[in-house]
Nanobody
Framework: QVQLVESGGGLVQAGGHLRLSCVAS????????MGWHRQAPGKQRELVAI???????KYADSVKDRFSISRDNANNAVYLQMRNLKPEDKAVYYC?????????????????WGQGTLVTVAS
């Protein structure tokens, strides 16, 4: 089973910065797309940023000038550098990955989510 573990959330003042990390572990055959989504209280989960295996990225308009996504393919890790944080960035941030999992019946396509990490921005 493939699992994602996030870290790096916390409380920060508006204008501050945080770096989120997410590492995949388990019976990994491949990790293709990785990304970050967030869910604010009372709102639907939304995409923040995604990155493919080659490093191509896509950002939500609300963060593209402030956040930067990167990954370490050798360690199956993805990072989200968040700068100039705003109160509206407050949310639970979830790591997401797609790829292949090794099973006794062969490799199978998977999509997995982390447990989430809370980011709070004080005004």
């Amino acid at each position: 089973q493939v699992q994602l573990v996030e870290s790096g959330g916390g409380l920060v003042q508006a204008g501050g910065h945080l770096r989120l990390s997410c590492v995949a572990s388990g019976r990994i055959f491949s990790i293709d797309g990785m990304g970050w989504h967030r869910q604010a209280p009372g709102k639907q989960r939304e995409l923040v940023a995604i990155i493919d295996y080659r490093g191509s990225t896509k950002y939500a308009d609300s963060v593209k000038d402030r956040f930067s996504i990167s990954r370490d393919n050798a360690n199956n890790a993805v990072y989200l550098q968040m700068r100039n944080l705003k109160p509206e960035d407050k949310a639970v941030y979830y790591c997401n990955a797609t790829g292949g999992e090794i099973t006794d019946q062969g490799n199978k396509y998977i999509e997995v989510w982390g447990q989430g990490t809370l980011v709070t921005v004080a005004s």
